[in-house]
């Protein structure tokens, strides 16, 4: 029995057909027509700037003596001595975790004002929603460099930039989450008389705690990646080190170091996993893939849970008694742990933290050298076809992602994978690729190709595949599974019901996805020039490393007003299809 078969003829409307079932469909806006044929420019432009790029894989495989000269010039990998090894760890992940937590506690005031349920005005909410823009679009590298000049060497203008620039993505996300609270328990606590925080810290809070904490860790999983690259503007940590021993044409050493930030890339996804299955197992919203990969009956035991109270919260005599049960133990030990943690890289951090108090003094002097904004000796005509040798590299790497994206994020869902292994295996590939940082592959795809852009494309495709791959899965995973089951009930097979059921409720999360990733290759774009990958991020280094703020300036209000572009393209193209 075949799909086709059992679909009912186009003159046949069943008995129990509801006035909206024989409604004739209503034709194709105007605006929906424009949005798809500027979707299908963009994928055009994409596929030709795939073919400027000029990717040969002959090419690459005949290249391939490059890299085996490499390495014999680089002989074995070096490390360096395991306790500056152990110390330069610490310290690398010291600086992450307060520059998250930094982005996190500033995120909540400008997502609560983001968030048109909460905005005391449109005023408010566009402003708001302005920042959150602004901080993503202005590269951390480039806030690194700033903060170099106002603060002394160490780890602060690196908590500094990741912090800031974090706040764009996490505020986003915070004030997503409340835009889906139930109102009914704010609405409830305002009836009663509450106050403005007491509405937030009793309505708001407990609801979208769940998916700010599983935001927060997914985000300092991003920064640890991105932490590389500030190395290369002074600040202190394994990216640091990695710096000086290529510029010091010490390969082996170099090579060594990035060896093991893609360890430590890897196991601080494990762990943020773990915690997050530990935490927030039980919110289908919260769990990723590889949430469900080490803790794959958690959501089938959450659902259990929920239909029994414990008998402490039988009454609040009962809740005052609360017992400390193995789980209660386990909870106090896990905050117990995580405050320790955040001591402890507060700590290892070593802030000067008289530099508040004494930058001021040198924030005129600064600001003068990064305004006015100045293309400087470079003709404006080079530089705005610097930008657009960007573009093209964040638009060909997008395209490049997509198709092996779907594919990995499809076996990756569990609703579409033709079986557990398959699965697992799709799970253990995005990990894998998602703990690369872009800027290593970079640099050892320039050894292989040489400079220009074919490695930055290829850099960005490889890595996008594990971001967006694990976008893909999640959103495919929580589509209805109606009319899926519907379609399985009449015969279909595997492939028609991904077709015709799991793609079409997934597509608007797959364009915006789609667009994320753009956004996002824009801005790594720029970073990976720093290291010969094309684009405008060659003249970024230049001017930086001359010392040439107002030019630095200049080059990030072209990257600000490119981001802006792609963000209002976004915004369009989600409430179009929605």
């Known amino acids: 029995m075949t799909l ?7 003159h046949e409307v069943p008995a129990s057909a509801t006035v909206a079932d024989r409604a004739p469909r209503r034709p194709i806006s105007a605006e929906r027509i424009a949005a798809g044929l500027t979707l299908l420019a963009l994928v055009v432009l994409g596929i030709l700037a795939v ?67 909460t905005t005391p005005g449109n005023g408010w909410r566009a402003a708001a929603r302005f920042v959150g823009v602004l901080t993503r679009a202005l590269p951390d590298v480039v806030l690194a460099m700033a903060f170099v000049l106002m603060f002394s060497l160490g780890t602060l203008p690196g908590i500094l930039a990741i912090g800031i620039h974090s706040i764009g993505m996490i505020s986003k996300m915070f004030a997503d989450a409340i835009e889906q609270i139930d109102e009914g328990p704010r609405l409830a606590i305002r009836a009663a008389g509450g106050s403005k925080m007491q509405e937030f810290a009793s309505g708001i809070l407990p609801q979208v705690l769940p998916s700010w904490v599983a ?33 010091a044409l010490n390969y082996g050493k170099g090579l060594g170091i990035a060896l093991v930030i893609f360890i430590l890339c890897v196991a601080m996804e494990i762990v943020s996993s773990m ?3 530990a935490m927030l ?13 080490i803790h794959p009956r958690l959501g089938d035991r959450a659902g259990d849970a929920a239909s029994m109270s414990p008998a402490w919260a039988s009454s609040p005599q009962a809740a005052v008694r609360r017992p400390w049960t193995a789980e209660r133990v386990r909870n106090t030990v896990g905050v117990v742990i995580a405050v320790l943690v955040v001591i402890g890289s507060v700590v290892v951090s070593q802030i000067n933290w008289m530099d508040f108090f004494t930058f001021w003094a040198k924030l005129p002097e600064v600001a003068a050298k990064f305004w006015p904004p100045s293309f400087g000796s ?37 609703n579409v994978a033709p079986s557990a292994g398959a699965r697992g295996v799709a799970r253990f590939l995005l990990v894998g690729i998602r703990g690369i940082p872009e800027l290593i592959l ?14 930055g494309v290829i850099a960005l495709a490889i890595g996008g595949i594990g971001l967006l791959g694990k976008l893909i899965a999640d959103s495919f995973e929580e589509v209805d599974r109606g009319p899926e089951r519907a ?9 028609q019901t991904y077709t015709s059921a799991t793609v079409p409720q997934g597509m608007q999360a797959l364009i915006g996805h789609s667009f994320y990733m753009l956004d996002t290759n824009i801005r790594a774009a720029t970073i990976l020039g720093i290291v010969g990958g094309g684009g405008v991020g060659y003249y970024l280094l230049n001017a930086s490393q001359g010392s040439r703020y107002e030019t630095v300036t200049a080059i990030v209000l072209m990257i600000l007003a490119t981001v802006l572009i792609v963000e209002g393209l976004a915004m369009w193209m989600r409430k179009v299809f929605r």
């Open 378 to 414: 470079y003709d404006a005509s080079v530089m705005l076809s610097a930008m657009r040798d960007t573009v093209a590299i964040a638009l060909a790497a997008t395209v490049l992602t997509l198709l092996p994206s779907l594919i990995l994020g499809s076996l990756a869902a569990s």
């Open 51 to 117: 073919n400027e790029v000029g990717i040969s894989i002959p090419a690459m495989v005949q290249s391939w003596g490059n890299a085996e000269n490499f390495m014999a010039r680089v002989g074995g990998l070096s490390f360096p001595a395991p306790a500056d090894l152990a110390w330069l760890i610490a310290l690398t992940v010291g600086l992450v975790l307060v520059g998250t937590l930094l982005a996190a506690v500033l995120s909540v005031p400008i997502a609560y004002l983001a968030a048109s349920n």
């Open 275 to 277: 915690v997050r299955g």
């Open 487 to 495: 379609l399985r009930a009449v015969g279909a097979t595997r492939l």
């Open 442 to 455: 970079a640099i050892v795809l320039v050894v292989i190709t040489g400079l220009g852009a074919q490695a």
């Open 281 to 293: 197992g039980d919110q289908k919203h919260t769990r990723s893939w590889i949430d469900r990969l």
């Open 4 to 10: 086709l078969s059992d679909a009912p003829r186009a």
């Open 215 to 247: 935001t927060v860790l997914h985000r300092n999983d991003i920064n640890l990646r991105g932490s590389v690259v500030l190395g290369y503007v002074g600040v202190a940590g394994l990216g640091l080190e990695m710096s000086y021993a290529f510029k």
